[in-house]
């Protein structure tokens, strides 16, 4: 009984679908961590004011408490510390994240359980998001508007003035990233061309009186715009207010530097949802800030996004043209055999090897060359021989070249041969049938490969480290001003994002929950990216299906 059910196979099912649900279980709940870690850390936490005592000095800590553990009694007294008064063989140890960063070493220290003298959690505790050193905790005193100070329902004021300081400075923002920039723009623009006139010898006097009437003209428009950013960033440094922190002193915070307050002890349930989906859209919409420990990674989602759309643009093509060549074309001899083989051997390469000829190839030949003939005004500032959004395409399309071949390759050699038989039959010509029967029909196997090549080409980093992505890109490469997309520019990637903050960030405690979410974050962009791939490929598969039958 026993052996005719192993000759059935079905130990063998059984051992398949136990591996694959194992493997399930696996990454589900690596996603799941990935996202508690990541998504809990925009959660308003409870901000605790510890009154310590014991083997410390007298002090007062106002913070947020971001991890606890267990610390053997003898590691402690090995440190210095005086444990003696206590038995336990364990003593608990709190992170807190006491902020006010200008006025503490440290804007995370640990504190042991048995300094401890008090704790609570006052309903006037605040927290101020600030735009730089940090998030700063401590007690309202005084709310001062214009020079005065707010009598009547200071907190309601407090956050109609600090949303006004936002409205504010986002004007001046938009102000100087938009119309101020564009005139930076067309000046530089201007200065490369009457340089590339002078080279030619083409500078005339008519050519030169237009450019400086122009030049003059963007300059007088510069000049009211400058007065306007002025203007709104003088009001936006209208207002302040008192804070009192944690060592007692009274701290004036200019409201321009606040980009939002809230009382997490005093807030309610449905307060705390909304503050926290308010938290994840900044998150997505903003630009990081203090070395990419605050603030968002939107233009690190649109780099990523933006190069993987720019590489299946480059890469589909190519590997179908080569893949049709190979199947339909290409004799059966040694020669095809081996190409066969190099192209499969592609796929084994380490990407870093990619990223080096990428660098080589791309950014320093075929750059530079480009460089020399259409910009030579731009000399000794190089224009496509840097590293940029272009070339990092490029060698992510060649390191995911062989994926798309093979998949074009086995979706062509399931089409049945009847098919083209019948197309030559009925009198098309071979090129009409591979354009209107073949390759459609082989679409979804190209879409198979287009999927496997943008879930390979998000996640990599190692390459893109060489050939144009940065840790702080100034602009995104697609903007305003003509020819619109720079494909020359650099640009920031969720992967070399993680990769930054995680290893590189001076602050680690403050940049730990923020590396969870941004690979939470990576990972639904390359889940989103293939879903949409996945449902085109679907859709094909239904509209040729009948035509394999």
Known sequence: MVKQWFKSGSPWIWMTGGAVSISLISVLGLLAMIAWKGLSFFWPSQVVELHLDGSVPKQVVIGEIYDREQVPKSRLEAAGFDLSAYDQEFIERMLVKTGNREYVELDFRWVLSTDIKQQSAPANLAVFERSKNGNFYGYVEQVIEDGKVVQENATERLYELVERAVELNDEALDLQNGDIGHINYELERMRLKEKGYALDNALTDERMAELQARRAQLREEYK??????????????????????????????????????????????????????????????????????????????????????????????????????????????????????????????????????????????????????????????????????????????????????????????????????????????KAETLWRIVVPMASPAIMTGLILAVARAAGEVAPLMLVGVVKMAPTLPLDGNFPYIHLDRKFMHLGFHIYDVGFQSPNVEAARPLVYATAFLLVTVIIALNITAIGIRNHLREKFRSLEH
């Open 224 to 429: 009211v715009l400058e007065e306007r950013l002025f203007e709104l960033r003088k009001l936006a440094k209208r207002d302040q207010v008192i804070v009192r922190d944690m060592r007692g002193e009274l701290v004036s915070l200019p409201l321009y530097q606040v980009l939002d307050v809230w009382f997490p002890n005093d807030m309610g349930y449905f307060a705390k949802v909304g503050h926290y989906i308010s938290q994840i859209g900044k998150f997505i919409s903003d630009d990081p800030r203090e070395a990419n420990t605050e603030g968002g990674v939107f233009p690190a989602i649109f780099g990523t996004v933006f190069m993987v759309m720019l590489m299946a643009v480059i890469v589909t093509p190519f590997g179908v043209v080569a893949a049709i060549y190979l199947h339909e074309y290409a004799a059966k001899n040694a020669v095809t055999k081996m190409i066969r083989i190099a192209v499969i051997n592609l796929a084994g390469v380490p990407s870093i090897v990619y990223g080096v000829f990428g660098l080589g190839f791309f950014v320093y030949m075929l750059g530079g060359s480009i460089d020399q003939l259409f910009y030579p005004e731009a000399a000794p500032s190089p224009v496509f021989g840097t590293p940029g959004v272009i070339w990092s395409a490029l060698t992510l399309a060649i390191l995911t070249l062989p994926v798309v071949i093979v998949s074009t390759e086995e979706g062509l050699s399931r089409i049945p041969s009847t098919v083209r038989h019948g197309s030559l039959a009925l009198g098309a010509t």
